[in-house]
Structures are given as structure tokens and as C-alpha cells.
């Protein structure tokens, strides 16, 4: 059972921290659950309807047990940008931390945002703005490659189709100042985060998932290169420790990626 390996894996980690023993309980209940189906879920006071029980519990792990969220503003209604809202648990966690915040998120598969919309009303979550667009360097659409549950990207293995898009470069001049920029858009970040160089002084929290996809050029350095010039520093986490790396290569036994790094900036 996932929730009996977790424990004995962070034993301690888990029982003293009320977020680890709700975690617990999700494993035990949803962990095991057949693959990419649809299911409807529960947590606290929250209901959900998801499309894969299993990676929407290591969500709850991530932004829930870990916090990779969590930030202090310095008013009660920060600006938000949620790139990559999928079917809205970093939403639901935001709103809990700041209720007041202004939140655009962004879902750029058309299923995963059907649950992101339908999610937000079920918990009564009415005041966020919902893009259904892919952020990008341009308008024009970008080619996307159809995912399961969380995966969906421009290199998806999928059935390929155009997804209207909107630069993200042209959201952020909008605003005078973002509280918290998070991006988790499954390795378009190479391409996106430079072309908002010129615009990220505005932002005060950055939170960037980076994805290396086996077949295209890791880019690291091009990305940690602007956050360094936007003025930010950084810590970068991994949520895979790799043993014996240089045999095992590839991130989780995936087929199509080998790193997935989380990368969290900000402005001192």
C-alpha cells in the first residue's frame, strides 16, 4: 500500500504534522486507485472531481505537506499568477493562505480546465479569473501533445492539437507588481520564462517547475541565467532522489523526461 510505504519511509515527518496524517488518509484511500480515471475526492472541507486519484495525491504531498506555495506578502490581497493551475489544488491552497488575493490562473488543456473551472465553483471559489490558454512567448497558439491527468506539454506524446495561447511576458506588464508567479507548465518554461525577462522585476515570489524531456536540450543554465539578471536569489529542490544516476537516468522511469527540478526565487 502507498500510504504504509510513505510512513515508513518519514515516519516522523508524517505523524507530527497534521497535513501528514490527512496525507496519510488520502493514500490509503485514493493512492491505489486504478490509473487515470475519473474520481471524486475529498479533503478537509474540500470537494474535488480529478482525473487521476494517484498523481492528484502526490499534489497534496507537494503543495499541502511540503508548502512549495507558501509565501509571505507584504499586503492581504496579493497579485497571483497560477500558470499551470491544473484542476485548481494550488488555487484552493492560495486562497486559503491570502482569501482576499487576486488570482489569474491558466490551464491550457481543455479537459484539465473543464476540472479546474468545475472544482473552483463546488468549493465556492468564485473570484478567480480562469484563462483557458496556454502561456507562451506569442498569441498565436502552440502545438500541445495531449496528457492524462498532468503531463500534458508541447512535447506530449499524445495526439498533437492547437491550443490558443496568450505571452505571458504581456500579462505581467499589466501589473505593477505580482506577489507570487508560479509556472508549472510541463517544459515550455524554457522557452516562456526568458522571453519575460524585461518584465520580472515586477515580480516578488517565483516559483518555476523545470522539466528536462530526454529529446530536447536541458536549458538549466538559460533559465537559472534569467533569474540571476531578474535580481532574484534561489533555492532548487528535487522531489526524486536518483540512486546511481549515471545508470538510472531517467526521472521516475519516465519515458520522456530525465529531471524535474523545483525552483523557488525571490527578492530580498
Avoid at 500500500?1 to 501528514?20: D, E, T, V
Avoid at 515580480?203 to 541565467?225: K, M, S, W
Amino acid at each position: 500500500m502507498l500510504a504504509l510505504k510513505y510512513l515508513l519511509k518519514h515516519p516522523f515527518h508524517i505523524l507530527r504534522n497534521p497535513a501528514g496524517r490527512e496525507l496519510l488518509r488520502l493514500f490509503w484511500r485514493y493512492g491505489d486507485k486504478p490509473r487515470y480515471q475519473p474520481t471524486n475526492v475529498t479533503f478537509g472541507r474540500y470537494r474535488l472531481e480529478v482525473p487521476d486519484a494517484f498523481s492528484w495525491t502526490w499534489q497534496y504531498e507537494e503543495i499541502y505537506m511540503e508548502e512549495f506555495y507558501k509565501f509571505n506578502a507584504s499586503t492581504p490581497a496579493p497579485v497571483i499568477y497560477d500558470c499551470g493551475a491544473n484542476v485548481g489544488m494550488s488555487i484552493i491552497y492560495l486562497k486559503e493562505l491570502y482569501p482576499q488575493a487576486r488570482i489569474k490562473a491558466y490551464e491550457a488543456e481543455p479537459t484539465i480546465a473543464d476540472y479546474l473551472t468545475k472544482n473552483l465553483q463546488t468549493n465556492g471559489i468564485n473570484d478567480v479569473t480562469v484563462i483557458r490558454k496556454a502561456v507562451w512567448k506569442d498569441d498565436a497558439g502552440v502545438w500541445f501533445g495531449e496528457g492524462q491527468a498532468d503531463d500534458a506539454s508541447i512535447y506530449g506524446q499524445g495526439v498533437k492539437k492547437l491550443i490558443p495561447s496568450v505571452r505571458l511576458r504581456d500579462e505581467l506588464a499589466l501589473e505593477e507588481r505580482v506577489d507570487f508567479l508560479k509556472i508549472d507548465i510541463e517544459g515550455a518554461e524554457t522557452d516562456v520564462l526568458p522571453d519575460c525577462a524585461d518584465v520580472l522585476d515586477r515580480v516578488q515570489h517565483l516559483f518555476v517547475e523545470f522539466h528536462a524531456y530526454i529529446a530536447q536540450p536541458q536549458a538549466l543554465g538559460d533559465v537559472i541565467g534569467v533569474i540571476e539578471k531578474a535580481g532574484f536569489r534561489y533555492y532548487i529542490d528535487t522531489n526524486q532522489h536518483r540512486k546511481a544516476p549515471f545508470v538510472n537516468r531517467r526521472y521516475r522511469n519516465n519515458d520522456v523526461m530525465d529531471l524535474q527540478l523545483n525552483i523557488s526565487a525571490w527578492r530580498v
